[in-house]
């Protein structure tokens, strides 16, 4: 079966790779992908946003199925206009994809059906945020309602901060329409876990539980960015916390968007912040695979990813086998001089073409004129070391790391490092 997946970041790249191990596959195409993904996959320059092209594409390739990785395309419905068309296609509808795509909806939602998240209020109104966060304890949290690019949640440990957070999205409005409504939540202590989830309306099948770092610099300083390195499994934190997890939280969500008429099928994303007495909260939902979790979760997947994503697709999620393997996984990140604010690109990139015991995803690749390797984006590449305990993985991981080399070159030295103390 050929297959089309969309976009081309590190995430694509490793969603690819686990499918191009499936016996069932045939030719994959990516939309737009990268340098990287060229590698396993034909890349067509057609963007995410363009529907249209896609769809006709899709047509007339005949290909047998469409996998959407990233969130704004989601939000503005690709999935919609894929089943408009009659082409099977892996990932929530419009209306389902809102529990990523708008924060007032979650946090409602989750209100609703009594699924455990932090306190809010939500405004539309400048002057009474303003009032109601002035009458917080701090730290306070404020979040833009809609899509910002992972940059729209301020956790402001002052009054200075929290005020100017409200004003850029309210007053300023540095996010644009996702800033037409806010949430002010509770701060929530402690460590943060994603549980990611194969779902087709109430049936859940969780993937293995991964651990992101957002800040850019170790020890969590600096601005947040998309992701600097994830690992998987979650040692520190146990199994039944997950299980909680998955039981008051992901299972309840599922079934309350079957409720609201909104059924969601593809993968769904907890966000989760765990308390120092271990129990987990709701951060935030999203309605796609992670970047950079799904590089450290995906080679852990025994089973065929093909086969999960035709049986969400077909309503058959209940009835095939998952399995895990119980090696580890760690991924580091290597990022442009200057993210998460601007960066440059086409810088020369070497050591690429090493062998070695590490599996390197693209994320911002591409080729040069005489077809070496260049930099093409803020997160550069995502080098992911496995071995059978979280410590053996991140010494292979870091091994493949410093084999790559590129002027300005960042990353963090601490990935994994909160599963070993
Ligand atoms: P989000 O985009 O909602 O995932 O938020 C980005 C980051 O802000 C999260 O990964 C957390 O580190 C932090 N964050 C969001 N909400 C809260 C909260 N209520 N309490 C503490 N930290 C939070
Ligand atoms: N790594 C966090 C995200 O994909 O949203």
């Not at 946003?49 to 959407?68: H, M, N, P, S, Y």
């Not at 015991?357 to 496995?386: E, P």
């Amino acid at each position: 079966m050929d297959i089309l997946v969309v976009g081309g970041g590190g995430r694509e790249h490793a969603i690819i790779w686990s499918l191009a191990r499936s016996p069932k596959a045939g030719k994959i195409y990516c939309a737009p992908g990268n340098a990287g993904i060229a590698q396993l996959a034909e890349c067509v320059p057609i963007g995410v946003f363009e529907f249209d092209k896609l769809t006709a594409f899709a047509k007339e390739r005949e290909v047998g199925l469409v996998v959407i990785g990233p969130d704004d395309p989601l939000a503005a419905g690709i999935v919609d206009a894929f089943e408009a068309q009659g082409i099977p296609v892996f990932g929530p509808r419009k209306n389902a994809a809102e529990i990523e795509g708008s924060k007032t909806f979650m946090k409602d939602l989750l209100h609703k059906y009594s699924i455990p998240t932090a306190r809010y209020e939500k405004f539309s109104d400048y002057e009474p945020a303003l009032a109601y966060l002035r009458s917080q304890e701090l730290p306070i949290v404020i979040k833009a309602d809609g899509l910002a690019a992972g940059k729209g949640v301020t956790v402001a440990y002052s009054r200075e901060e929290a005020e100017k957070a409200l004003q850029d999205i309210m007053v300023d409005k540095v996010f644009g329409d996702a800033g037409t409504q806010v949430v002010i939540e509770e701060f929530l202590a402690g460590q943060e876990m994603s549980i990611l989830a194969f779902v087709d309306g109430e049936t859940v099948r969780p993937m293995a539980a991964a651990q992101d770092h957002k800040p850019v610099f170790d020890g969590d300083k600096g601005p947040n960015t998309g992701g600097m390195g994830t690992y998987s499994p979650l040692p520190h934190i146990g199994e039944s916390v997950i299980r909680e997890a998955v039981e008051t939280i992901i299972e309840p969500a599922a079934k309350a968007m079957v409720a609201e008429g909104r059924p969601f099928s593809g993968v769904l994303f907890a966000g989760l912040m765990i308390s120092p007495d271990g129990k987990p909260k709701t951060i935030e939902f999203n309605a796609r695979f992670g970047d950079p979790e799904t590089q450290v979760v995906l080679p852990r997947l025994k089973s065929d990813l093909l086969e999960i994503f035709l049986a969400v697709t077909e309503g058959r999620l209940a009835e095939i086998p998952i399995e895990w393997s119980d090696e580890a996984a760690v991924c580091v990140v290597l990022a442009s001089e200057g993210y998460p604010g601007p960066y440059p690109k086409g810088v020369p990139i070497s050591g690429l073409d090493e062998e070695g015991a590490a599996l390197v995803f693209h994320a911002g690749t591409a080729r040069g004129a005489d077809g070496s390797w260049v930099t093409s984006g803020g997160r550069v590449l995502g080098v992911v070391g496995r071995g059978a305990t979280i410590a053996e993985a991140r010494t292979a991981a870091y091994a493949g790391a410093e084999k790559i080399t590129f002027a300005g070159k960042q990353n963090r030295s601490d990935i994994a490092m909160k599963a070993l103390i």
